[in-house]
């Protein structure tokens, strides 16, 4: 089955710095990348997401890339804000396959210092 | 877009009562809901899959008696937490994949249910 590994841990940065959190994903046929934040108390929240047929995206100040060839696929956060802090959950899945799980990292704990 | 309404946000709850958390559809049909445990500071753990007219699947090493899911239409799934002990308290999450012209919108997360059992 399909394993995500995530890393780092945590992450402290500088307000206005960026922030880069990396992803690797075992199972090649795993074609949708998300990227969940989310903030204490609360569930986790879709930022952004990459589909095996590209290999960047981007929304504002928020990219991620996916390399498919080396299976690991990246969240880039520019201009950090003290907003952005919270933990980081990239995943990983197969659409189309029936058993539709998603395969979380571990998290990625974001601070960002004002 | 796609929202899934969860509740209670928190409960408390005496050791040995039921708790039961609910996760609904507000703007589409979820054939399919997963429900995941969250501890502190870790990431989030899948114990069922939820299919609308039909037994859950659960994880391995999940107590399907323990933990009830039920997920009777399109628009609701339940999951019940029975005998609830202390060891059982946690963050409950569900999420239900966005189909049709949701399918772009990924999966879907609940606020989450914190339960503490005293």
């Known amino acids: 089955g399909e394993n995500v590994e995530q890393h780092p841990s945590t992450l402290s940065v500088q307000e206005g710095d960026s922030a880069v959190i990396k992803c690797t994903y075992s199972?090649?046929?795993?074609?949708?990348f998300p990227w969940y934040k989310q903030e204490l108390g609360k569930g986790p929240q879709l930022i952004i997401d990459i589909r095996s047929n590209v290999g960047e995206k981007k929304d504002q100040r928020i990219a991620v890339t996916l390399n498919k060839t080396a299976k690991h696929f990246s969240l880039h956060i520019t201009e950090t804000q003290p907003e952005d802090s919270a933990v980081y959950f990239c995943a990983a899945i197969t659409l189309g396959d029936s058993s539709y799980k998603l395969i979380f990292g571990s998290g990625t704990r974001l601070l960002v210092r004002p | 877009g796609a929202v899934v309404s969860q509740h209670p946000s928190w409960v408390i709850c005496k050791s040995g009562t039921s708790v039961k958390i609910e996760c609904r559809s507000l703007d589409f049909q979820a054939t399919t809901m997963f429900w995941y445990r969250q501890f502190p500071k870790q990431s989030l753990m899948l114990m069922a899959t939820?299919?609308?007219?039909?037994?859950?699947?659960?994880e391995q090493g999940v107590e399907k008696d323990k933990f009830l899911i039920n997920h009777a239409s399109l628009t609701l799934s339940t999951l019940t937490v029975t005998s609830a002990h202390p060891e059982d308290s946690s963050f409950y999450i569900c999420?239900?994949?966005?189909?049709?012209?949701?399918?772009?919108?990924?999966?879907?997360f609940g606020s989450g249910t914190r339960l503490t059992v005293v």
């Open positions: 199972d090649s046929a795993s074609n949708y």
């Open positions: 999420s239900a994949p966005g189909t049709g012209s949701l399918i772009n919108y990924g999966y879907t």
């Open positions: 939820s299919n609308e007219g039909s037994k859950a699947t659960y």
